[in-house]
């Protein structure tokens, strides 16, 4: 079962660890590119025998990051479908199922209201001013916090050069992430686009100075406020449950590939309703800070 195919039986002469990590470079950042390059090389042995009998035994966290960080390898040795079959075979769970079972009562039981998420993002605006707008990009938009960055200094970059217009559409008030493909269509996690309103697009082109997420981190943890950007996108999540269906808001917060992106939201008209839509919940969500 899962014969072992004649392209792994010499894993180690056929590619150099530097390739390896220059692929896991072009998309990801330095430090999630040197673990998963750490767990792949001691790891490896499991791969090129077909034997996965020590990661079976690794505690649940840890495993989830050897099985991530040799996925990432079997990909990029093109051998992907025998890595599968390997696991499948083997029975191998990423996390065990009472786990996520026991994450899911943690995430329903958590006692967190949208009134706290915001009181949290009020407090940050009036603390750290020079993130305000910053704040209120990714309370709106329900992007990522390293997408909110991008798209930040994307606009401000943009509207010095003259070419805001090429990212953001002001009759349709949005974001157009997707004409930026190195930016924001990564991997794993993808960005499409975001609606926002055209004041607060214009005010980041006009007032906005160039962000870095250490720089925001560290801003606000000097003021000793948690990080909670997380619940944060949660909170638009929530709202947005009020005016827009599931996959409209799974789509929003990229979690379609880019084959359902063209084949059912790359249509103007799609993109006219649910930004009129959207708009029901961004205006909710601004009203929390007016």
């Not at 605006?125 to 909110?148: C, H, N, Q, Y």
């Not at 499409?192 to 801003?219: C, D, V, W, Y």
Request: net charge positive; hydrophobic share 40%.
């Amino acid at each position: 079962m899962n014969p072992r195919p004649p392209e792994c039986k010499s894993f180690l002469s056929a590619f150099r660890w530097e390739e390896f990590e220059k692929w896991l470079l072009s998309d990801k950042k330095p430090k999630t590119a040197r673990e998963i390059l750490n767990y792949a090389r001691r790891y490896f042995p499991a791969l090129e025998s077909g034997n996965l009998s020590e990661i079976i035994v690794l505690p649940p966290a840890k495993r989830r990051v050897v099985l991530a960080s040799l996925s990432n390898l079997a990909k990029f040795l093109g051998v992907y479908d025998y890595w599968r079959g390997l696991v499948h075979k083997y029975g191998v769970k990423w996390t065990p199922k009472e786990v996520r079972e026991r994450q899911i009562i943690d995430r329903i039981s958590r006692k967190r209201s949208l009134k706290e998420i915001y009181d949290w993002v009020r407090r940050v605006k009036a603390e750290v001013p020079e993130l305000s707008d910053f704040m209120i990009l990714l309370a709106v938009t329900g992007m990522r916090m390293i997408e909110a960055v991008e798209s930040y200094n994307l606009i401000i970059s943009l509207s010095k050069e003259g070419r805001l217009s090429e990212y953001y559409n002001p009759e349709m008030e949005v974001l157009e992430h997707y004409k930026f493909k190195d930016r924001f269509l990564r991997k794993s996690k993808k960005a499409f686009f975001s609606f926002a309103p055209r004041s607060i697009i214009e005010r980041i082109a006009e007032e906005g100075k160039p962000l870095t997420r250490n720089m925001i981190q560290l801003k606000i943890k000097r003021r000793k406020l948690r990080l909670r950007f997380g619940d944060l996108r949660e909170a638009w999540a929530s709202i947005m449950t009020k005016y827009l269906s599931q996959p409209e808001i799974d789509f929003l917060q990229g979690r379609v590939g880019l084959s359902i992106f063209m084949q059912n939201y790359f249509n103007p008209a799609l993109v006219r309703d649910l930004k009129d839509r959207a708009k029901k919940g961004i205006n909710e969500i601004l009203s929390n800070f007016a």
